[in-house]
């Protein structure tokens, strides 16, 4: 197998985990936020943030490092409409991401405290909860875009 095709596997199995992990995690918290069970407010938003450290992290910085050594090995100009379009649409899935995995993290924390006190989950858990899903319909718009643009390569301009 050439390097290309390894580095190929490699961006195509890390994307699968990323938006797959991603979409996962997504399911559940929008269900079990929805609930109104704090046990399983608490579980689920604990093993999402778990799944973040454990594969959507590893699978983020996994994907630039193979892409940008495929682009290098592969000719293409980094200029190309399809990979600047690419580039910008995986920032804007970042900018968002990186505030989710903070509100997650929060509502992880408020969500044990209330289970373990007996108590309701406090107001902000559902501000935190709004700002989350706010975040992840535009992360995952985006990342379906670069899936459509790695796919296709089209001439968007120029």
């Known amino acids: 197998m050439s390097l290309y095709l390894l580095l190929k596997w490699i961006h195509i199995l890390s994307s ?9 995690t997504a399911f559940y918290m929008f269900f079990v936020n929805r609930s ?61 991401w990186m505030p989710v995995v903070d509100l997650q993290i ?5 969500a044990k405290e209330a289970d373990e006190s007996g108590k309701a989950l406090p107001e902000v858990y559902g501000d935190y909860a709004r700002r989350w899903e706010a975040l992840g319909y535009p992360a995952f718009v985006a990342m379906l875009a670069v899936f459509y643009l790695m796919v296709n390569r089209p001439v968007l301009w120029g």
């Open 106 to 110: 929060r509502m992880a924390a408020l």
């Open 16 to 24: 699968t985990v990323l938006v797959g992990t991603g979409f996962g």
């Open 36 to 96: 109104g069970v704090v046990a399983a407010q608490a579980v689920v938003t604990r093993l999402v943030v778990r799944a973040d450290w454990w594969f959507t992290t590893p699978a983020a910085v996994i994907q630039p490092v193979t892409g940008f050594a495929m682009v290098f090995l592969a000719g293409h100009p980094l200029d190309s409409p399809w990979l600047v379009a690419s580039f910008a649409l995986y920032l804007i899935t970042g900018a968002c």
